[in-house]
Nanobody
């Protein structure tokens, strides 16, 4: 059974930094691409970033490019998302999912970790 557990979300102020984690079990993490998506209240799932196996290819959505960094630690079966220069529009529930996906097709995904950016 695939399990994904996100953590690290909290309330932050604009301009601050946060790092999210996603611990993965039940699949060969090292050989799988991984994706972060997010969902703000009342909005659809939005693709944030993806990373290939062995970190050879990384991509970001336009809204986070230059501010967020995705990386992975294969020894710990853990995916990370370093979020810098946070904006209020980054407020959302953040989920990780195995493989490449773009939103509602991201299955399975973890329960998520909430990030709230406000003054």
């Amino acid at each position: 059974e695939v399990q994904l557990v996100e953590s690290g979300g909290r309330r932050a102020q604009p301009g601050e930094s946060l790092t999210l984690s996603c611990v993965v079990s039940g699949l060969p993490f090292r050989s799988r691409a991984m994706t972060w998506v997010r969902q703000a209240p009342g909005k659809e799932l939005e693709w944030v970033s993806s990373i290939s196996s062995y970190s050879s290819s990384i991509s970001y959505g336009d809204s986070v490019k230059g501010r967020f960094i995705i990386y992975r630690d294969d020894a710990k079966n853990t995916l990370y998302l370093e979020m810098n220069s946070l904006k209020t529009e980054d407020s959302a529930m953040y989920h990780c999912s195995p493989g490449y996906c773009g939103g509602s097709n991201c299955e399975p995904r973890g329960p998520g970790t909430q990030v709230t950016v406000s003054l």
